[in-house]
């Protein structure tokens, strides 16, 4: 759904920057050049726009493209005049987007909700939108398109010696057509004067989805009357243009990310109580002390990914959100977080409060971040026991979303050893305190589905609770009581499982037949199975005075803040399907019954290779942004991420063992000083 929405936006704003390099094709080259060199001559006009020699023109756009097989029709126009002021629209039948921009003045228009956001008062002095200095607001060096701009702004003689080694470009003078490698087609048409009175220049781009007719003509005199007739929201003008300007930067540099993202310099670092690794291509942050150290040390060690982060949910993701909705994204976060607000630890916000003044940012942005509401898409499962060959319990767990907005960028696998409480693992992201996947000491992973229900706030955080659960809980009958007895939000649904104290298999058979039973809910102060609509845990055991008892089980939940339930392995349910022996199996669709299958045909057979196979494609979305097993008994996890080609599950993973890890974090010696050499 988040790749369907943000799509035509995507379009757009390629198109809108490939629109300003790719006009003004006027002169008309030899066969004889060299195909960079004609295409250079093509391209003259446009440099000087990009230079700044030339301040009035328009530029017009028809483009089809198709997404997800249907037809979509996008007009997109760009007028400018003067030095500072430009009108820029975007219309699509579900996505118009225009933006007004005056000496005095910002507005973005959304015509499809009769809604206009005018900015007022001063432009900031970065992240605006100023036409003068806009590739620059636009392109940062994390897009591909930043090693592009030196070229296109410097003699295109100098062309054919530094791109013709990196691209394949074929001129083909009797149909003026330039092809490049990628499959994308430039095409001169001639311009009809009396058809298109003051059109200077026309090309028709196409490409392997889509297909373009371009125009360029001179700009107006004078800017137009704004006239408005829309509902207007007030915002600060420079609030409203660095949402946009950094919302397209991001976007642009998801599109076409440069070297430094898709083979980022593995360079360690270290600060007081923090480390950062780089463990076979992922990063691994170590975290440990109070709150505000480890605010600190986190903003030390990621300061560019959590950024990265922060510009994609709020800057990228929330431009397209409040395309798509009407609402002012930022409003809506800042609602979400006054009612959320009363129910986050005062410790996390000590946290958040010391990562914001390491990073420069406003606290409340880096608060409202980490409410942001994520709406996954995932499956997980836990099998144990008789399913697995050798008995271990394998919790997988698939996060599929938006890999689209790129926070694969600021992936980051965290082992955190807060003061006075249970140290844990979090598969999480820079700039993010929750979690969304993890595993503590205690033995204890957690892993979350997204449900409905976006927007009812009154509760715990979803990524909060699941901090909490790894900081605070010693027993899967702990984090079940900590999910019933605080308010929740939103329907979210969960695999929750536990694997520790195991004895050997010849000291199973001495335990006492009362031992096998249940602890009783009340002495975990569980609320009874009647009240919450589920079974007693079935190979739960009692602890059997001071003889370690094992443990491996798992349960699933389904919450949403008027009730939960919770599901035991092997037990049916409506939206699961039949039970399987010492499994828990959740997802949906498809994706849930080939997950079952599979299940079913490896069962008793189960080992690791086995558990990561399970979580492979299409189990895991096209969207999947990582994937994690945990092996709770053992105190090691495997980790997948995304990239900007392929999903997690089609990517490498990478062993990480908590138990060795914590055992360095609470070494007196850690960190070690760094070493004049790094």
Known sequence: ????????????????????????????????????????????????????????????????????????????????????????????????????????????????????????????????????????????????ASLWLPMLKGSPKLWPYVLAPLVKLEYQADQRAWRLENGITLESATVDVSAAPGETWRMQLSGPDWEAAVSLGPGPSHAPEIASQSRQVPLKRAELERQLSRGVRRALAVLSPAPRLTNPVRKPARTEQGELRWVEGQRLVMLKGTPEQMGIAHARLLREEATRCLDSVLYSFGTVQTIRTGRWFRHDLEEAYTRLEPHIPADHQRELTAMAGELGWDPELIKVLNVFPELFHCSGFAVFDTATRDGVLYHGRVLDYMTTIGLQDAAVTFVVAPEGKIPFVNVGYGGFTGSVSGMNAEGISLGEMGGRGEGQWDGVPMATLMRRALEECHSLEDVMALWTNNPRTCEYYFVFAEAKGLLPAEAKGLLPAEAKGVIPAEAKGVKPAEATGTKPLTNAVADGGATSIPRRRAVGVAATPQAIEFIQPGQGHELLGPGIVDTLALSAGQRLETLRGRILEKHGNIDEQTALWLMSRPVAMESNLHN??????????????????????????????????????????WPRPSSAAE
């Open 628 to 669: 994690v097993l945990f092996i709770p008994e053992q105190g090691t996890l495997l980790v997948a991420n995304a990239d900007h080609r392929r999903p997690a599950a089609e990517r490498p993973y990478v062993k990480f063992d908590l138990t060795a890890l914590l055992r360095e974090i609470a070494a007196e010696n």
């Open 1 to 144: 759904m988040a790749a369907a929405i943000t799509r035509p936006f995507r379009l757009a704003l390629f198109l809108l920057i490939g629109g300003l390099l790719l006009t003004g094709f006027t002169g008309r080259a030899t066969a004889a050049e060299n195909p960079w060199l004609s295409l250079g001559k093509e391209l003259e006009p446009v440099l000087a726009c990009l230079r700044g020699d030339r301040d009035s023109y328009t530029l017009r756009a028809e483009l089809q493209a198709t997404i997800q097989k249907h037809r979509h029709p996008i007009t997109i126009e760009v007028v400018r005049w003067g030095n500072e002021e430009f009108d820029f629209r975007c219309l699509h039948a579900d996505y118009a987007v225009e933006i007004r921009r005056r000496a005095d003045q910002t507005i973005l228009v959304l015509p499809v909700h009769q809604v206009e956001f005018v900015g007022t008062g001063p432009a900031a002095e970065q992240d605006h939108l100023d036409p003068r200095d806009l590739t620059r607001q636009l392109i940062h060096a994390d897009s591909l």
